[in-house]
């Protein structure tokens, strides 16, 4: 079993500074890509930030230049840094990964995702 462990959500005002982190564990073989998506009430899931395992890196237009994503492979970790927040980035942040795991028949890649992390810009 794969499992993704979001931390790091909160209120903070707008203006503020938040970092969100996604640890993976259990049966990892390897990780290629990584990424946060977010979900605003009644709003779809929309794709934030990716990172391959060689640090390539995507951004969506609403959050260049604000947001920054990482990844530490060692550790199984990816980071995002968020900065100038707005009350529009308010939403639950999804870390999400394609990993290489145990399968019936062996190794197979899944995609797996964390529970949610919630952001809340207000002042």
């Known amino acids: 079993q794969v499992q993704l462990v979001e931390s790091g959500g909160g209120l903070v005002q707008p203006g503020g500074s938040l970092r969100l982190s996604c640890a993976a564990s259990?049966?990892?073989?390897?990780?290629?890509?990584m990424a946060w998506y977010r979900q605003a009430p009644g709003q779809q899931r929309e794709l934030v930030a990716d990172i391959t395992d060689g640090g390539s890196t995507n951004y969506a237009d609403s959050v260049k230049g604000r947001f920054t994503i990482s990844r530490e492979n060692a550790k199984k970790t990816v980071y995002l840094d968020m900065s100038s927040l707005k009350s529009e980035d308010t939403a639950a942040y999804y870390c999400?990964?394609?990993?290489?795991?145990?399968?019936?028949?062996?190794?197979?890649?899944?995609?797996?995702w964390g529970q949610g992390t919630q952001v809340t810009v207000s002042s």
């Open positions: 999400y990964a394609r990993i290489l795991g145990p399968g019936d028949l062996g190794p197979m890649w899944f995609d797996s």
């Open positions: 259990g049966m990892i073989s390897s990780i290629d890509v």
